[in-house]
């Protein structure tokens, strides 16, 4: 066992929901949807649940803070994030100011997960020039970090006015609003995360998750280096997912929504259509989907945290526009009272 395993024990078990427009059901109509679903969430036993953000046509999610907050007011237990902050496209005061007020309204549940996204049309929309990307980021994110600690900082860089000491309020209910890293597979991404020992967020969108094992390690080993306590540089994965009463009928059920969203998606970045018989391969073994029965997707969760040397924390990306919502609420009702129980000790598998 490499020195980098940690246990593979309890995971905590998220949602992430992008808020895919559904052409047949009335954006009002879907945003409420999303409300009760999270709501399903809170009520079996589901950890987190994180709201994306998208500047474009076809998804509803362009102010996750707001759902967030509506989410807040209707749910007690479950813990509410962004699934992920544009960060380099956003100003951090307002982020900090608009999660601290989710935090409040939430009495202590609001996390944030920034990134730089997979989109770029946030850039022009914004005014910001796409060439700036990662010093945007770079920047953005040290202002972020320097407003969770302190109320009147002083701060200056390149692409935002300089801070002299005003006042960032309100602060949050929490002592230190918790902000996670999204990254890809750019190993510089995972020695950033490393180095300012924050909580690591890998999105799986493809291909095998034991690829990442040595980006994990990368980042579990920078951050010892950098004086960073074990327990404190917890790692999450973001994986496609769906839980069904079997593995067949959650197979059906997921596919026609995804392979529509993802096809029209890598019809814009070139990539082939998405087939049947690929994302057969996706939720096979070794693959990344958590697609199947209650079994079948705790199994499975179990096999990527080994995979990759222990993770703390897995969001099941369930984001399909053609999924009825009556069907998205069982599966979220099976993903928090059968898969978190089995990845938790409190069942065991059949």
């Keep these: 066992m490499s020195t980098s395993d940690q246990e593979v024990g309890a995971m905590e078990i998220g949602i992430d929901n992008f808020v895919a427009a559904d052409p047949a059901v009335e954006p009002a109509r879907q945003m409420q949807d999303v409300l009760a679903q999270i709501a399903r969430a809170d009520s079996a036993g589901v950890h987190t649940f994180g709201i994306g953000e998208h500047h474009r046509e076809g998804f509803l999610d362009s102010a996750p803070a707001t759902i967030l907050s509506a989410a807040a007011a209707i749910t007690e237990r479950i813990r509410l994030r962004s699934a992920v902050t544009v960060l380099s496209a956003d100003d951090p005061v307002r982020v900090f100011e608009s999660y601290a007020t989710l935090d409040l309204i939430s009495q202590g549940r609001a996390e944030l997960v920034v990134g730089r996204g997979s989109f770029t049309e946030a850039f022009p929309l914004f005014g910001l020039d796409l060439a700036d990307y990662d010093a945007l980021f770079e920047e953005k994110l040290d202002l972020l970090l320097t407003l969770r600690d302190d109320a009147h900082p002083h701060w200056s860089g390149r692409h935002r006015a300089p ?69 404190q540089l917890k790692v999450g994965a973001h994986l496609i997912g769906f839980v069904g009463d079997t593995d067949e009928q959650a197979a059906e059920a997921f596919y026609p929504g995804h ?71 069982r599966s979220i009702e099976l993903l928090g009272s059968k898969v978190v129980p089995l990845l938790d000790g409190r069942a065991q598998p059949r």
């Design 259 to 329: 392979a529509e969203m993802f096809t029209r998606i890598g019809r814009e970045r070139g990539f082939p259509p998405v087939t049947r018989a690929g994302y057969e391969a996706q939720r096979g073994p070794g693959g990344p989907y958590l697609i199947g029965d209650p079994e079948t997707v705790a199994r499975r969760a179990r096999e990527i945290s080994a995979e990759l040397g222990g993770v703390s924390r897995l969001t099941v990306q369930m984001t399909n526009g053609r999924m009825p919502h009556e069907t998205m609420l």
């Design 163 to 231: 801070l002299t000491g005003q006042g960032v309020f309100p602060r949050p209910h929490q002592a230190q609003l918790p902000i996670w890293l999204g990254v890809g597979g750019t190993p510089s991404s995972f020695v950033r995360v490393g180095v300012l020992g924050l909580p690591l967020m890998v999105a799986i969108i493809g291909g095998p998750p034991a690829r990442f094992r040595s980006l994990v390690d990368l980042y579990r080993e920078t951050g010892r280096r950098a004086g960073h306590p074990a327990e």
